[in-house]
């Protein structure tokens, strides 16, 4: 039981870029979600899936974009990368979003730096 | 909207002492708390949580919180602090609708041996 996944660990972009980090679970867990975090700013919402082809933006969605055709897998997709998404981005999962009652389990992020 | 405060940029205390990290929230309705910890170079791992029920709740790893409606307040403590306590914690907030889980800004405990 791997949890959830990230890939890749580490990406350099330059200015203009594209590119998409992965995020798979194997939990079965209904609901997905990406934070960035950066110093002392603490973790952010980006986007979030409550289930397979549903999405919804969190609190800093522009610049980013998702998709979830799959219960395991919801990519995390920058379509024109640029200084300001340099960061650490976690995907995070549970079982139940609506509740609440369940922790989010987070994969091991993936440290992006744009140039 | 909810938020959360971590007053405390970073917390010191001696491997032994007890250990308290704060925190206070801010929600329209009723709040479910949590506590996170992050290791270096790792994801959050989930610690504990209250929901309802009992203000003094247990969670892993010998940490405990209480939670204080009248303070709005959910600090995280434990009797006896070890080094390998130290680590980034953060204390996260739902209370309900569509803003989704609120995380506080992170405090770092350093347990010095």
């Known amino acids: 039981n791997a949890g959830v996944t990230q890939t890749p660990k580490f990406q350099v972009l330059k200015t203009g870029q594209s590119m998409t980090l992965q995020c798979a679970q194997d939990?079965?867990?209904?609901?997905m979600s990406w934070y960035r975090q950066d110093p002392g700013m603490g973790l952010r919402l980006i986007h979030y899936?409550?289930?397979?082809?549903?999405?919804d933006q969190g609190e800093v969605p522009n610049g980013y974009n998702v998709s979830r055709s799959t219960t395991e897998d919801f990519p995390l997709r920058l379509l024109s990368a640029a200084p300001s998404q340099t960061s650490v981005y976690f995907c995070?999962?549970?079982?139940?979003?609506?509740?609440?009652?369940?922790?989010?389990?987070f994969g091991n992020g993936t440290r992006l730096t744009v140039t | 909207a909810q938020s959360v405060a971590q007053p405390e940029d970073q917390v010191n205390v001696a491997e032994g002492n007890p250990l308290t990290v704060k925190c206070t929230y801010s929600?329209?309705?009723?709040?479910?708390l949590f506590w996170y910890v992050q290791y270096p170079n790792r994801g959050l791992q989930f610690l504990l949580k209250?929901?309802?029920?009992?203000?003094l709740v247990k969670g892993s790893y010998g940490f405990e919180a209480e939670f204080n409606k009248s303070q709005t307040s959910f600090h995280l403590k434990k009797p006896s602090a070890l080094v390998s306590d130290s680590a980034l914690y953060f204390c996260a907030v739902f209370g309900g609708g569509a803003d989704g889980l609120t995380f506080g800004k992170g405090t770092h405990l350093i347990i010095q041996p």
């Open positions: 939990m079965n867990h209904e609901y």
């Open positions: 929600v329209s309705g009723n709040p479910y």
């Open positions: 209250y929901i309802t029920g009992d203000n």
């Open positions: 995070a999962s549970s079982e139940s979003q609506g509740s609440y009652n369940s922790p989010l389990h």
């Open positions: 899936s409550v289930g397979a082809g549903i999405t």
